[in-house]
């Protein structure tokens, strides 16, 4: 067996002697995911976390060559799916990630949340975000080489082995190989904090190194790197997204694919590691993965500061004609407090009973305050027509 097809050619797949940088860059994402899933009430954060969701897959959409545009998705969240096949899919993939996304969030919020890079978990992210695909969405290749993919089943077959650009991934044959030592080394419980943080990025560069699936690779790449976050506890009850940083870059949007490309190098010499792969270049990888995740914890930060969030609430209530100013301080307390009940809304606003009741009934039909029950306590929403006041840059347009 040559050694492309021993399962150790993703050695070094983690940096056993972090660099000083590298360590310095874990604390500071370790310290600041900390400070942002305590800047607010755990309602509001949950309902934040909805909107992040939509970020998240409105980004990782895009670094597959297909922009989304969230007011699409938000359309296609309320059942209102194009007619055209080609649309309707990507309409499709975007509720599929969003679907899997939550039930992921879900589960670290109930502390059941399994090993992100494990086999299983791995295969059932490939397998839930096909789930409702059409036969259309599962077709890969064209003419007499086109095929079906399985959701959830590894590549397998000769017409499945794949070249990635410059990159041959393993053979098919090989892949549960792979994905065996990936599980046994990216198995985040025996590591450190600091350990687990600095896996993540190497896991998300080894994991397409090894292209396991025939389609979707990036995907699910992406969904895992964010249920390893949620599990290393720097997610922040979901309230930054990896994917927003990967696609737009520090600096440019072509880095991603450039650093992704970089970390492929062969080893380079006797002081480059031990490994098949340079040591030297995922370190570098790795660096940029986590200036990146710093820099979309920061962002979002600055975006959902109380204070700043107070004033943008004010503005989006001047600058609706349905609303009356009054809006602002349920809007304000339900912020701060995270629900509040209908009943109080005439002590909030300082309002008579029925004008506060008038007042709350207007900010619920421009849907920014909502309730799980007709009667029930309301909370503060997002929707996605107000994002260009409340969060600025959040996308390239809205």
Same mark, same amino acid.
Request: proline share 6%; hydrophobic share 40%; with cysteine.
């Given at each position: 067996?040559?050694?492309v ?9 983690r ?24 800047? +607010? ?5 949950a ?8 970020m998240?897959?409105?980004?990782s959409?895009?670094?597959?060559g ?13 059942? *209102?799916?194009d007619?055209?096949?080609?649309r309707?899919n ?7 990630h ?6 992921i ?7 059941? +949340?399994?090993e992100?890079?494990?086999? %299983? ?6 397998r *839930? ?13 064209? #003419? ?5 993919i ?7 077959g ?13 053979s ?18 025996p590591?450190?904090k ?16 090894i ?17 390893m ?9 979901g309230?930054w997204s ?8 520090l ?5 991603y694919?450039?650093?992704? %490309? ?5 080893r380079? #010499?006797?002081l480059? #590691? ?6 030297r270049a995922?370190?570098?990888?790795v ?12 962002f979002?930060?600055?975006l959902?500061?109380?204070e ?7 503005? +989006? ?6 609303l ?8 304000? *307390?339900a ?13 909030i ?16 039909a421009? #849907? ?9 306590p ?21």
């Open positions: 067996m040559s050694d097809e021993t399962p150790f050619r993703i050695e070094p797949a940096l056993e002697e972090p660099s000083e940088a590298m360590a310095d860059l874990a604390a500071e994402i370790a310290s600041a995911s900390t400070a942002l899933g305590r800047a +607010l009430h755990p309602k509001t954060a309902n934040l976390a909805s909107l992040v969701r939509v998240n897959c409105y980004y959409n895009l670094i597959e297909h922009n989304t545009h969230p007011r699409d998705i938000e359309r296609v969240l309320k059942g *209102e799916l007619e055209a096949p080609e309707r990507l309409q499709l993939e975007a509720v599929a969003i679907r899997v996304q939550a039930e969030d879900a589960m670290a919020a109930a502390g059941t +949340l399994s992100p890079a494990s086999q %299983d978990f791995i295969l059932w992210l490939h *839930e975000f096909y789930r409702d695909a059409p036969a259309e969405m599962l077709r890969v290749g064209e #003419g007499s080489k086109a095929f079906l399985t959701p959830g089943v590894w590549r397998s000769e017409e499945q082995d794949v070249a990635v650009g410059r990159h041959i991934p393993p098919s044959d090989r892949v549960p190989d792979f994905m065996d030592v990936f599980a046994s080394r990216y198995r985040l419980a590591l450190g600091a350990g687990r943080i600095l896996a993540i990025p190497a896991a998300h560069h080894r994991f397409n190194y292209h396991p699936f025939a389609d979707g690779n990036g995907r699910v790449s992406r969904l895992m790197s964010h249920a976050g949620l599990q290393t506890e720097i997610g922040a009850h309230l990896v994917s927003r940083g990967l696609a737009r870059g600096e440019s949007r072509t880095e694919k450039l650093m992704m %490309d970089h970390a492929d190098t062969p380079q #010499g006797d480059d #590691g031990r490994g098949n792969l340079s040591q995922l370190g570098e990888f660096i940029w993965f986590l200036k990146v995740s710093l820099d979309q914890i920061s979002m930060a600055g959902f500061e109380i700043t969030l107070a004033r943008r609430l004010h503005t +989006l209530v001047e600058r609706n004609e349905s009356k100013p009054e809006a602002t301080k349920l809007l304000e *307390e912020l701060i407090r995270g629900e509040f009940e209908r009943g109080d809304a005439a002590r606003t300082g309002l008579p009973e029925r004008t506060a009741r008038r007042v709350l009934n207007d900010a619920v421009a #849907g920014l305050l909502a309730s799980e029950t007709p009667k029930g309301v909370s503060l929403r997002f929707p996605q027509a107000t994002l260009d006041v409340l969060f600025p840059r959040l996308y390239p347009q809205v």
